[in-house]
């Protein structure tokens, strides 16, 4: 994928798969501005030759400074992937309100505040672009211990699909990517993390089985979508959820009525009752991963 031209910012990309993204973004052609908390960002940026701004996601003071960057560094704004994004997980009745507010902050905030300031830099210019909205398998399917996590990342994904209506006369594409990787946040999730330590104990590389069956690989088997999604080869996809990790590339189900019944006049509560039986509930939670 030739991204000469383009000019992208990631957000969250100083480690981790935001790193990935801006790297994989650089190496075919892109300018790069690069965020993060940190100091990190400036290593990265040094690295690929690109433009480092240092300040934490959410308002939308740093939303600006990001694409006010973008512009006076490199002349325009192509790509946005909203990358950034902390953990504060704990149970419902531990998890506090500071716990709550500073999760949404950065991934719902900060996506929304992002997206806001690069949607009108790229409908000023008038040569159309792409959003990629960072989400996650736990916004999909809710997760142990991730209230804050799993709502702002489900509220990502439909963020994804309303901006993919009001900025399509734009040609200004909008997709959330569900990545699943080998990193530090991955780690602390219950289902993946014993397989990610014992990779790292042994320096073998994750099982076949592990990275076809629940698509768990490393950063660089997801950063390839997110190039993928930055290009031209790309116009026309919009409003997706889609899924990478390890092996697996994978199209997420919009949410849609799994059944319907019908009761002439409305239902009542023991009409509701009566009829539960014959309803095929959905399955909720990321599943443990089992090994052949």
């Known amino acids: 994928m030739d991204l000469s031209g383009k000019v992208a910012i990631v957000t ?11 790297e994989a973004l650089a190496r075919n052609g892109a300018k790069v501005v690069v965020n993060d908390v940190d100091h ?6 040094a690295q690929i030759g690109g433009h480092a701004v240092v300040a934490p996601v959410g308002s939308a003071e740093t939303a600006q400074l990001l694409v006010d960057a973008a512009v006076e560094k490199f002349g325009r704004l192509d790509v946005l992937v909203t990358n950034a994004g902390i953990l504060r997980d704990r149970v419902l009745w ?7 507010d500073a999760v949404i902050n950065v991934h719902l905030r900060g996506t929304f505040t992002c997206a ?21 398998p736990a916004g999909q399917r809710g997760n142990f211990g991730q209230t804050n996590y799993a709502a702002a990342k489900a509220g990502i994904v439909a963020m994804a699909r309303t901006w993919a209506l009001e900025l399509s006369r734009s040609d200004i594409a909008v997709n959330a990517v569900v990545p699943v990787a080998a990193t530090e946040m991955t780690k ?32 660089g088997d997801v950063a390839e979508l997110i ?6 080869a790309a116009k026309g996809v919009t409003g997706q959820a889609i899924g990478i990790g390890g092996d697996r590339l994978a199209l997420w189900r919009h949410p849609a009525e799994k059944q319907v019944l019908f009761a ?16 095929e509930p959905e399955t ?4 443990l991963p089992v090994a052949p």
């Open 12 to 22: 969250g990309s100083g480690r981790g798969l935001g790193r990935a993204y801006a």
């Open 40 to 45: 990190a960002a400036e290593e990265v940026a």
């Open 94 to 100: 531990k998890m506090s309100d500071d716990d709550f």
């Open 116 to 136: 806001r300031a690069a949607a009108v830099r790229m409908r000023e210019q008038g040569t159309g672009g792409s959003l990629v909205l960072i989400s996650s």
């Open 188 to 219: 602390t999730i219950p289902a993946f993390g014993p397989l990610i330590e014992e990779a790292e104990r042994t320096g073998e590389p994750l099982p076949d089985w592990v990275r076809r069956d629940e698509g768990l690989g490393t950063v």
């Open 227 to 232: 190039v993928y999604l930055a290009s031209d």
């Open 264 to 279: 002439d006049g409305g239902w009542s509560a023991d009409a509701i009752a009566g009829q539960w039986d014959v309803v």
């Open 284 to 287: 909720y939670g990321i599943p």
